[in-house]
């Protein structure tokens, strides 16, 4: 009797115990429970995370929204009111749980909540997570969560009549809606340049319950110095306890691992009591010796490494775990350096005023890549892992170093980050403000408080973040009056230095003081700041970074571009191709540019006579072709990889003679099949400025610059922490009639490393220009190929000399396969016997890409290679390859 008594006594005791500690997750976005959406008329499934306009196409009630005149024809749902309602069960020991909570994620955007009809709070912002303490509404058994949302275009439209902040509307080429900037949602939902308006409303994350007792750790923030030898890692634990104040007691550990050694730990008892938000921080340090770990460095530079951090906290030393946290982090070191420009430069022009530059593990960086939009239109399927690792290796094959989260779009997933810290890819990030003047009254400024702080603490810790920017042009558009502001110039600068200034920098310095805060982009940076922050010319040429867009001008010549420290935004529109746009419209009346459908689709005003004016002063394409349009498209394309390639080599020459240090182009990536400064379609298509970004960004380059004189001076480019030795540079010069180069010249080379150098200059004068052209190639020992980099003396349309080619394609016999990413990859041939100017390589029905593509073909035999998901016969690759190029 007595053994049977203590054995009840034990097992009460540990049903205690675990009761005690035990953390719970009630996922309400589980396939075990059921949502559905609703308005007045009509109730389908939905999907959580999700969005109206995903659940509304997988129900049939709406077509594929980016088809034809979608993007119009299903406005009626952003103006429309819908419920999202959900069904879930609740234990007898769920709802004894000490602390439940109900989280969401994300919600977008203007919604009022409520469980088993009792009202428990609304929503504003679609950035911020929200939590409700729903410990008194939850019920055994089932219970019933209802969030309705408001029209964003009705709320935006209200509350423009109560706080009204210029400007009202996008332009009409938009077709999209007014009043975005009043509403903590993304942007470029109301429509873009290069975008359309989808208003969307859903639960775009994930939505559950959290049961605990005491605390639990919501976020990890960390801070590296390097000092000597040692490595000092500071560690903020971000504990909550509820949404109320309480004092918190248990023990809490830390642990980094480092492979091939021991963890490194660090443990405290805590004692505490939390804000009355429930929230408080508890800091930790490990000391790390640098010979223990490996630094990281951006893509191109050297190896990633990453350490697993966790931290766990327990009831008591022994105690069981109550909650954890897991991340991962790099050691590096990072600075953006704003110094006196004369120390490099001496006292010149260029030596005027500050540099702007990333320093990286102490060397300074020409960063490389370009300008991130979100990778869908819909933000819930933006988050897509498949679109992310798409989008972010294709920049990684690139030599991107880094990208611009920009700011019209949304704070990227955890996966977008914790991929750009494995692949080394940095990034810029904007707060998400863009291109319109912002409202300044409370409920405004404390709903981005909370945006700015979660933003800041979420991702924080992650190698991958470079610096923080307060908007997008919203400085240089107050100084320039873009928005008709100037009558009312003082009040939108007081805004703007409330919100920017007062509100958010503080913020970002208090959770990540070792981090550059840019209150704008472009900006003269540190000059803007001592100018009252709006500068009196945001675009000077001496300070920060710059955007710069020139569609009057001859964007394939060099000569035109500004000098500027850092090009963080340029860029010239194509189409997408044929293939990308038949998954919009298969009706053949649509493919011409004056269809209503290709108006329609262009949001760049004037933008189809932009491009047909570049085309027109470079390229030969006769109106009364009959595969006009078709090759509209490729000619679109063609023009837009060489503008990009030119400004892009100019900042890479200018890191010689003004110490530019960045060239970001806009923009990576697409949301629809329509004209846009994108080098990728959408659906993944590389165009063929992608593929130029390859060569372009390539670590070593050759490039030359045409000069007006009819001099070509020659630049050596070393993007690698070693030296060129000893290099040869070769100079071919071709008659256009021949594959034969009727002269060459070399030269050596030596070029510092992480440095450009003009290295010859070289004349054309004594040449029939429209007949030849130059072919620039780079040795040495223990360097990769380098890319051929060529002139062309005069416009393509005016050359002597081309020849009609015979081209032959074949596929080897062999073939090869990688395991690692089960890739099979094909080599094709390529035989000609003229120069081929822009040769592009399709295949009709596979899904595989090639390595190269938009070549000019200099030489008899040439090789690309051709990858794919799955095996394929010779035979079936050669069938489906298609190709087209440039003639006269």
Request: charged share 20%; aromatic share 14%; with cysteine.
């Amino acid at each position: 009797m007595l053994n049977t008594l203590l054995l009840v006594f034990i097992l009460f005791s540990i049903q205690i115990a675990s009761i005690k500690c035990e953390f719970k997750r009630i996922d309400l976005a589980s396939k075990r429970v059921n949502w559905t959406l609703s308005n007045n008329k009509t109730q389908i499934p939905a999907k959580v995370p999700g969005g109206v306009y995903s659940d509304l196409q997988r129900a049939g009630i709406i077509g594929d929204i980016l088809a034809g005149f979608n993007d119009v024809q299903t406005r009626w749902v952003a103006y429309d009111t819908w419920t999202y309602k959900a069904n879930f069960q609740v234990s007898e020991k769920d709802v004894q749980s000490p602390v439940a909570n109900l989280v969401f994620e994300g919600v977008d955007t203007i919604a009022f909540i409520e469980l088993n009809d009792v009202p428990i709070g609304s929503t504003q912002n679609m950035f911020v997570r929200y939590v409700f303490d729903v410990k008194e509404h939850l019920k055994i058994g089932v219970n019933e969560l209802k969030v309705t949302f408001a029209s964003p275009v009705h709320a935006a439209e209200n509350r423009s009549e109560k706080h009204f902040t210029a400007p009202a509307c996008v332009p009409d080429e938009y077709n999209g809606e007014c009043h975005a900037n009043q509403l903590r949602k993304m942007q470029a939902s109301f429509s873009w340049d290069w975008g359309p308006a989808f208003p969307s409303v859903g639960l775009w994350k994930p939505v559950y319950i959290e049961l605990y007792d005491t605390a639990i750790i919501r976020s990890l923030t960390t801070h590296t110095e390097q000092k000597d030898q040692l490595w000092y890692l500071r560690i903020l634990a971000h504990l909550e306890s509820g949404t109320s104040a309480k004092r918190v007691e248990g023990y809490i550990t830390a642990k980094l691992f480092v492979e091939g050694h021991q963890s490194l730990n660090v443990a405290r008892e805590i004692a505490i009591m939390t804000r009355h938000d429930g929230t408080v921080e508890v800091e930790l340090n490990i000391t790390v010796h640098s010979n223990v770990i490996s630094l990281w460095w951006p893509n191109g530079f050297g190896d990633q490494p990453l350490y697993d951090l966790k931290v766990t906290l327990a009831t008591h030393k022994d105690g069981n775990e109550v909650s954890h946290k897991h991340i991962k982090i790099g050691f590096r070191t990072l600075e953006l350096v704003e110094d006196d420009a004369s120390k490099i430069l001496g006292n010149t022009t260029a030596g005027k005023g500050l540099t702007f530059y990333f320093k990286v593990n102490g060397y300074p960086m020409f960063m490389k890549g370009s300008n991130w939009i979100p990778a869908n239109i819909l933000p819930e399927i933006g988050y897509d892992k498949r679109r992310v690792d798409e989008l972010l290796i294709s920049a990684r094959d690139t030599h991107m170093a880094m990208l611009r989260v920009w700011g019209g779009g949304v704070y990227e997933s955890d996966y977008f980050y914790e991929r750009c810290d494995q692949l080394g890819i940095l990034i810029w990030q904007d707060f998400l403000f863009a291109c319109s003047m912002y409202p300044a009254d409370t409920e405004f400024l404390d709903n981005v408080k909370v945006e700015i702080e979660q933003t800041v603490i979420r991702l924080q810790h992650h190698p991958s973040i470079a610096v923080w920017a307060g908007n997008n042009e919203n400085e240089v558009a107050l100084r320039g009056n873009w928005y008709n502001t100037l009558p009312e110039f003082n009040k939108y600068k007081d805004e703007y230095i409330k919100l920017y200034v007062e509100t958010i920098k503080p913020i970002v310095e208090t959770w990540d003081p070792r981090r550059r805060y840019l209150v704008s982009s472009p900006s003269n940076g540190l000059e803007s700041e001592q100018e009252g922050y709006i500068a009196k010319n945001p675009y000077d040429s001496n300070y920060g970074d710059t955007h710069y867009y020139n569609y009057l001008s001859d964007n394939w010549d060099i000569n035109i571009y500004p000098n500027t420290r850092f090009a963080s935004e340029y860029g010239f529109q194509s189409l997408p191709s044929l293939k990308t746009m038949a998954t919009a419209t298969k009706n053949k009346e649509d493919y011409h540019v004056n269809s209503s459908y290709s108006k329609h689709r262009q949001h760049s005003p004037n933008g189809y006579d932009f491009i047909t004016d570049q085309m027109n002063r470079r390229l030969k394409l006769d109106e009364d072709d009959p595969k006009h349009f078709e090759k509209f498209v490729f000619y679109s394309q063609i023009s837009q990889a060489m503008a990009i390639k030119a400004e892009t080599e100019f900042y890479r020459q200018s890191q010689a003679d003004w110490y530019t240090m960045g060239a970001l182009y806009w923009q990576l990536n697409d949301v629809w099949q329509a004209p846009s400064w994108s080098s990728i379609e959408y659906g993944g298509k590389w165009k063929m400025l992608h593929y130029f970004a390859k060569s372009f960004f390539a670590p070593v380059l050759v490039s030359p610059r045409l000069l007006l004189t009819d001099i070509v001076d020659v630049y050596a480019i070393n993007d690698r922490l070693v030296p060129i030795i000893d290099g040869k540079i070769t100079v071919d010069y071709f008659n256009w009639s021949s594959l034969t180069p009727f002269k060459s010249q070399e030269f050596a080379i030596n070029v510092d490393l992480l440095s450009a150098k003009k290295v010859t200059s070289l004349g054309l004068l004594n040449y029939n220009k429209d007949e030849i052209f130059l072919r620039f190639s780079f040795h040495m020992e223990g360097v990769s190929m380098s890319p051929y980099n060529f002139v062309f003396p005069k416009p393509l349309k005016d050359i002597k000399g081309l020849m009609q080619p015979n081209i032959k394609v074949t596929v080897s016999k062999n073939f090869y396969r990688n395991k690692l990413n089960d890739t099979f990859k094909y080599v094709v041939n390529i035989e000609v016997d003229a120069v081929v100017l822009f040769l592009w390589l399709e295949t009709d029905s596979l899904h595989g890409h090639f390595d190269d593509n938009g070549l000019v073909i200099t030489q008899a035999n040439t090789a690309v290679n051709y990858y794919i998901k799955r095996r394929i016969t010779v035979e079936d690759l050669e069938k489906n390859i298609r190709y087209q190029y440039y003639m006269n």
